[in-house]
């Protein structure tokens, strides 16, 4: 699968994950506003500076114009180090650079006719109000990209941020490495179906852990690193490996039945992948409840640090545009030319 799939890691939230890939022998390009965060990473292999950041301390704008600015060198930076036809875009909803770059990239190399996935983090609930503005702001824009393939979304409220991130690299090597882990007369997995999993759109989730009956892999499915999965949920397709006690039967009870399951056996641990679930709308509403809840005192600090020009920001709590009855997202016609695309994240 290292021929298949490759990564741009953005910011520096996204070189932490990025690095865990590279040194699983994976391309990965890192793509920062910030140099600092680049001569961290020392022994990467290819990493570029977008000319004129020094860093966006959590403006996202900021982030987003230097992209539009530089994105034909960009474009061409991807190109030429990445030849993967499938890409996952890794970056932290609550920050600067990847927050505000992440979804815009996603969008304008979609429209490049790539495959392109995102792996994201949700801050924390003790992180700043900003962080979660930021992480509003970014799943606003992001869900609203119907070309997307898998999302994974990690959650910083489930566990210290630098543990998370080795969990989820670990796993997600582990499921694409199914075709050559597990071979059996029963059924196998192989890399085409690996690749049309990750394809669906929609969030996913990657799970690994020993599992002698059924229950403990369902387990694994409701306690892991990831935003949490909508109780009513539908989900496209189930890829495992599953131990001789764990039945797919029962992953599908626990998970609901998908369009189509890809399944082998393994010995004793259970590798799987849900795919083509809809986004954490509970767990972005408590996002937003973050923010909300601390409205009146944000717009005071502001006001008596004269600071009018950030009120804009914390605006975008009143009055989404673009949210139906239903409080999610509604889906814009993709719009057709590269320039579009850009001024869609800069208006």
Do not use: W
């Not at 022994?43 to 966006?56: L, W």
């Not at 030849?83 to 770059?101: D, P, R, W």
């Not at 890399?191 to 020993?210: F, S, W």
Request: hydrophobic share 35%; glycine share 8%.
């Amino acid at each position: 699968m290292k021929n298949k799939i490759a990564f741009v890691a953005v910011g520096q939230a996204g070189g932490n994950i990025g690095r865990l890939f590279e040194n699983k022998g994976y391309s990965v390009l890192y793509i920062n506003t910030s140099q600092e965060d680049l001569d961290t990473l020392e022994t990467a292999k290819y990493k570029y500076h977008i000319p004129g950041g020094e860093g966006c301390n959590k403006d996202r704008h900021k982030a987003k114009q230097l992209v539009v600015d530089d994105f034909d060198r960009i474009a061409a930076e991807i190109d030429s180090k990445i030849k993967q036809k499938m890409i996952f875009v890794i970056f932290a909803s609550g920050g600067g650079t990847g927050s505000g770059a992440g979804p815009m990239l996603i969008d304008l190399l979609t429209d490049e006719d790539k495959t392109v996935g995102a792996i994201t983090i949700i801050p924390g609930e003790n992180e700043s109000v900003k962080s979660h503005i930021n992480a509003y702001e970014c799943f606003s824009e992001l869900v609203e990209i119907d070309a997307t393939a898998a999302c994974f979304i990690l959650d910083n409220s489930k566990g210290e941020k630098m543990k998370l991130n080795p969990v989820f690299a670990d796993d997600f090597c582990s499921f694409l490495e199914i075709p050559e882990t597990y071979t059996s007369e029963e059924g196998n997995i192989d890399k085409a179906e690996i690749e049309e999993t990750l394809k669906a759109h929609g969030m996913a989730v990657v799970v690994r852990k020993k599992a002698d009956n059924s229950a403990k892999a369902i387990d694994a499915l409701k306690d892991n690193i990831f935003a949490p999965i909508e109780a009513d949920q539908t989900v496209k397709y189930i890829a495992a490996a599953l131990p001789p006690k764990v039945a797919m039967i029962d992953v599908q009870k626990a998970a609901g039945v998908p369009i189509d399951t890809f399944q082998t056996v393994s010995k004793d641990e259970a590798v799987m992948c849900l795919s083509g679930l809809s986004y954490p709308t509970t767990r972005l509403d408590s996002v937003y409840s973050r923010v909300d809840e601390n409205r009146e005192t944000i717009l005071k600090n502001l006001t008596a640090a004269k600071e009018t020009s950030l009120k804009k920001d914390v605006n975008f709590l009143t009055g989404i545009s673009g949210r139906g009855s239903s409080g999610r997202p509604e889906q814009p016609k993709r719009p057709k030319a590269r320039r579009d695309i850009m001024s869609k994240y800069l208006s």
